[in-house]
């Protein structure tokens, strides 16, 4: 591109400063989010690649979850040459006393020893090899050991969990956003797990399948074509298969974990259609840009018609015309990329909440993120510039001179395009509508128990406190009754698995007071049983699942029948991606430890009441670290997720339609230009204001309802998709669709009419005055 003609395009941008804002300021607010959502995405999909052994590690997985007995990775490790080693993983949480007699809660993970030699997890202090080497050794966060002991080495120092005590012999880097592994504040050996529990043979034993297991396969080895030969051994001597509580064995590599379906201890996951989703998301603003710039500067195209013209006869050739209109669009692009990412750091601590992720923009500047900006833009600005440069350079100066090129241009290109971004726009309205309808119906469905002003409290006190504890918390004005228990619909309780006439069946226990029900709002039909202690109740999922009849009084559990005390009414105890399984529930002996105390507050200065709570349960147990909260609030975070996602669907579907707006905007210009001539003749002849505002805006209208028709099947089948993630869903409702086309319209309509009005407005006679 000459250096004229580099002057010549400066002087018109600053001429056309609306055109230019427009343009310019498209690009940068579509590219922030591009920028945005290429480092999530990137960052997603390099979640735990950063291992030296990643193609070598594999997690065991059965069926629908991933965690096994302790002994499983002995067996598999002495029957199969191909193991290295293996880890086994679980997460647990306490109140760590330190050698200053402070308490402090403690969340942390239990594995093996060769976890540091497994994964690839940094050691500020320590040897990967022998800082888990002893059963009572742990290692902590570099942030609680900040926390805790400031700058001061905690290497040699001790502390205690449940009066086990632990040795500190090393100090690992911050788990980062690019590992499955959640942040924990230290890692514990596995083995101590049987001490904390009390349980000798918890290590030993098949009992209990709570477990995660990460398994370092041999160089050179095929760990994975081994699942069969191991599978048929644990149908024979491991329960779950026996049983046929699980019929599949797979080893799944570790890259696959975060992205899997199968949960295990100790790990975070996402949704691999979700990622999908947001990489569409992001070519689609990519896209709609580029059109945004195509439509806007063939629109202007009739105003530099006479330069086209002027370089044509004097001999330009035609790629002098296209390189020029290419280099004008990399030029925008460069610009506007500049001003995103600008913008993407003002954005990153809003886009972070949402997606619940750490960008780290700043840290992301290596050449080879530089690299893939600079290509991104150059192939942004070839692209927006090519269709242009075509349309411009088609035309010969005879049809500029006769003004041909507005009428050829306006018919060929401009139409589609539109409809093309308003299509992309209704689709957005559409998901962002129904994603926010979902999230609105699970916070407010009917879980089947009473959730306003309950309070829950992670349980301090000892057995034989429970009396005493409970008459505190209930002398406190605002406290309307206190329970304790084994299990709330907020962690799910205990799995039980047993056959039940020879078929396998897996129930979720609660082990509850005689309060319970009534505190919890729960109804509970009871039945004809006598009244045992060692009675139980059923949710009528367990009654369904049983086959028990309509007046069941007992039913077979494990080897013994047991009084049916009731039947309660089905009450969820997950969120509502899954549905409601069967439950039974036990009542709470004098000698159980409860885990939870809930807690019903009448609804008047609950925040009063919660501290005066508080404030006793401190005093009472000498100031032991509790959590608590709300059970309403606690229910509502389990669809944070969603409600993010929609905001943030929502904030793509304002931007695509402010985009497609600035497209509709410039064509409508564009569009009226060419009417100036018809509108005067109009006029003279008597047509009203309101008549040509309808002849001007009708051809727009026609093609957002194309948009419109286009939209809805693609919303459609994409949203059916969506919502197939949970059990308990709201219906794809009809005037989500008609207020998305509606709003789309409205958007479409007060763009052009401004327009329309001033064209229709106009004197004639400054049409005709040159005719």
């Not at 500049?338 to 290596?366: D, G, H, R, V, W």
Request: net charge positive.
């Amino acid at each position: 591109m000459r250096l004229n003609s580099l002057k010549m395009f400066f002087k018109y941008l600053a001429k056309n400063r609306l055109y230019t804002f427009v343009t310019i300021s498209g690009f940068a607010v579509s590219l922030m989010f591009v920028f945005l959502l290429s480092v999530y995405i990137k960052q997603e999909l390099s979640v735990d690649q950063f291992h030296i052994n990643k193609d070598r590690i594999y997690r065991l997985y059965r069926d629908k979850t991933a965690m096994f007995a302790p002994p499983v990775g002995d067996f598999i490790k002495n029957q199969f040459p191909e193991v290295d080693t293996y880890t086994r993983i679980f997460k647990n949480k306490g109140n760590a006393m330190f050698q200053d007699k402070s308490l402090k809660k403690i969340d942390y993970m239990m594995a093996d020893s060769s976890f540091f030699s497994i994964f690839s997890f940094k050691l500020k202090e320590g040897d990967p090899r022998q800082v888990l080497a002893t059963k009572n050794s742990a290692v902590l966060s570099s942030s609680f050991s900040r926390k805790i002991f400031g700058d001061e080495s905690p290497v040699g120092k001790t502390f205690s969990i449940d009066n086990q005590s632990f040795t500190i012999s090393g100090v690992y880097e911050e788990f980062q956003s690019n590992t499955s592994f959640v942040k924990v504040d230290a890692i514990l050996n596995f083995k101590v797990l049987a001490d904390l529990w009390g349980w000798k043979e918890l290590l030993t034993a098949y009992d209990n399948s709570s477990f995660g297991i990460y398994f370092l396969a041999g160089k050179g080895t095929d760990l994975p074509s081994k699942a069969p030969l191991i599978l048929e051994q644990f149908k024979k001597d491991y329960w779950l298969f026996t049983n046929k509580y699980s019929k599949t064995l797979k080893f799944e590599p570790l890259t696959e974990v975060y992205f899997s379906k199968e949960p295990s201890p100790a790990i975070r996951q996402n949704s691999r259609t979700s990622v999908i989703i947001f990489v569409a998301i992001a070519l689609l603003i990519l896209i709609i840009s580029i059109i945004n710039y195509i439509n806007l500067t063939v629109a202007q195209a009739g105003f530099r018609s006479k330069e086209t013209a002027i370089k044509k006869l004097m001999g330009s050739s035609r790629w002098s015309l296209v390189s020029q209109h290419l280099t004008e669009s990399v030029i925008l692009s460069s610009l506007a990329a500049i001003i995103a990412l600008y913008l993407a750091f003002l954005a990153e601590p809003y886009f972070n909440t949402q997606m619940n992720c750490t960008l780290n923009l700043n840290k992301q500047f290596s050449l080879q993120f530089i690299v893939i900006i600079i290509v991104i833009v150059a192939i942004a600005g070839l692209i927006s510039g090519i269709v242009p440069a075509i349309v411009v350079d088609s035309f010969s100066p005879l049809d500029i001179a006769k003004g041909n090129l507005a009428r050829k241009t306006k018919t060929t290109y401009s139409k589609v395009l539109i409809a093309f971004q308003y299509s992309i726009a209704i689709v957005l309205l559409i998901c962002t509508a129904t994603i926010a309808n979902q999230s609105k119906y699970m916070q407010n469905y009917d879980t089947g128990f009473n959730k306003e002003s309950l309070f829950w409290m992670e349980n301090t006190v000892t057995a034989n406190q429970k009396n005493a504890f409970r008459n505190l918390l209930k002398s406190i004005p605002g406290v309307i009754d206190v329970s304790y228990c084994r299990g709330t619909p907020l962690d799910g309780g205990n799995n039980q698995s047993f056959n039940y006439n020879d078929k396998p069946v897996s129930f979720q226990q609660f082990v509850v007071d005689s309060g319970y029900f009534n505190l919890m709002g729960m109804k509970v039909d009871k039945t004809t049983a006598a009244f045992s202690k060692d009675g139980v109740w059923i949710n009528k999922a367990a009654v369904r699942l049983l086959d028990l009849g309509e007046n069941p009084v007992s039913f077979r559990y494990y080897n013994s029948d047991v009084p049916l005390l009731g039947i309660i009414n089905d009450f969820n105890f997950r969120s509502l991606h899954t549905k409601i399984g069967p439950i039974i529930i036990s009542q709470l002996r004098p000698e159980d430890r409860p885990w939870s105390i809930m807690v019903k507050l009448n609804s008047v200065n609950l925040v009063e009441t919660v501290r005066k709570i508080k404030e006793e349960q401190s005093s009472f147990t000498g100031g032991i670290p509790c959590d608590s909260g709300f059970v309403d609030e606690a229910i509502n975070q389990l669809y944070a997720r969603e409600v993010k996602q929609s905001k943030l669907i929502g904030a793509f579907s304002l931007l695509s339609i402010i985009i497609a707006s600035m497209g509709i905007f410039a064509m409508a210009l564009y569009y009226i230009q060419q009417k100036v001539k018809e509108i005067g003749i109009r006029k003279i002849n008597g047509a009203r204001v309101i008549e040509i505002m309808i002849m001007l805006n009708k051809d727009f209208i026609k093609w957002v309802a194309i948009s419109f028709v286009i939209a809805c099947p693609a919303a459609i089948y994409i949203m059916h998709k969506w919502l197939q993630n949970f059990a308990y869903k709201t219906g794809l409702s009809w005037w989500i669709f008609v207020l998305s086309g509606l709003l789309a319209l409205l958007i479409a309509l007060l763009t052009v009419s401004l327009q329309s009005w001033r064209a229709a407005t106009r004197n004639p006679v400054e049409a005709l005055r040159y005719e």
